[in-house]
């Protein structure tokens, strides 16, 4: 059997009805939503499916329906008596996902966590303050490069390393747009902003991570049954204090998403499950590395899919 890994999507594979397909079929979908709606007293599931409200895309709400559809599908994958993954990572949000499937942090905790996560995050930063771009088709110390000749006192770095082609960008709004703008002029084929509210893994986010570090230093990790890479450096930590200060760090530092990948690659992984709604990151690994072959999880047929190649 060839080894295979999991991956878990993180904010922006949110859509409204997601799991819908999955949930008509296993009762086990909807139950899973309803112990983390228990926890916050918030119907997550009708954000998923209805959003009567238009709360899916507040962040605070976003980490929680996102973290409950991964560990609803995991659940339901642990259910078939089917073969466990050898290796785990998670992007951003999604690495809470990947802790809580290896057992280091338990779904009650972990749906606290995210959505005060979600809150700290949300704080940080004024409305309107802050902003994220992708930039296509320009190498990434080339991007680094850049950030720095634009920064004039403000913030702007990289903050998801998505793919040699893609790496997103965060910081000051009047920063990110100077560095858009000087990216294209060093050679980008785009360079295009980010519908989001929260400038994720940049600077601006250490007043999130000082707050999140109280949370997390009265939870109790445990060691992963399943060895999970880790953002900010792209490498497996065992200890939980270690992990703790990873996610802390995770908030404020960049997601280093290529590098991630390509452990597992030498790793000898060659099949990845991405278990969430969604099919981002599947195309993501496609693009990193191709002696690698990604399976979606998001309905009855590509949920039965992979779980057919993973038992082969």
């Not at 397909?21 to 296993?26: F, G, I």
């Not at 802790?99 to 704080?123: E, N, W």
């Not at 002696?291 to 047929?301: H, I, P, V």
Request: hydrophobic share 45%.
């Amino acid at each position: 059997m060839d080894r295979f890994g999991f991956i878990f999507p993180g904010q922006g594979s949110q859509k409204l009805g997601m799991l819908r397909d999955l949930a008509d079929e296993y009762d086990l979908i909807e139950e899973t939503y309803a112990e983390a709606s228990a926890i916050l007293d918030q119907d997550l599931w009708e954000i998923a499916q209805l959003d009567t409200q238009n709360t899916l895309d507040q962040t605070q709400l976003t980490q929680p329906v996102l973290l409950s559809a991964s560990v609803a599908i995991w659940r339901l994958w642990q259910q078939q008596s089917i073969p466990l993954p050898a290796i785990m990572a998670g992007h951003s949000l999604g690495e809470y996902s990947a802790l809580v499937c290896a057992g280091v942090i338990p779904f009650t905790d972990a749906i606290k966590l995210v959505h005060q996560r979600g809150q700290y995050m949300q704080s940080a930063v004024p409305a309107g303050c802050g902003k994220m771009a992708v930039i296509v088709g320009l190498e990434i110390y080339k991007i680094r490069e850049v950030c720095q000749d634009v920064e004039k006192g403000q913030v702007v770095s990289p903050a998801n390393i998505n793919s040699r082609e893609q790496t997103v960008i965060a910081g000051d709004v009047d920063a990110v747009e100077r560095a858009m703008i000087a990216c294209k002029a060093a050679g980008a084929k785009r360079a295009l902003p980010l519908a989001v509210s929260v400038p994720s893994h940049c600077a601006l986010m250490q007043p999130a991570a000082a707050r999140l570090e109280r949370d997390l230093n009265v939870l109790k990790f445990n060691r992963a049954t399943i060895p999970v890479v880790q953002n900010v450096n792209a490498e497996i930590a065992t200890d939980p204090e270690e992990i703790k200060q990873n996610l802390i760090r995770q908030l404020y530092e960049p997601v280093l998403w290529v590098d991630t990948i390509e452990l597992m690659h030498k790793a000898k992984v060659v099949k990845i499950v991405e278990c969430g709604p969604g099919k981002v990151l599947c195309g993501l690994v496609r693009r990193i590395q191709s002696g690698m072959t990604a399976f979606s999880t998001e309905d009855c047929a590509s949920f039965a899919v992979a779980t057919e190649e993973m038992s082969v």
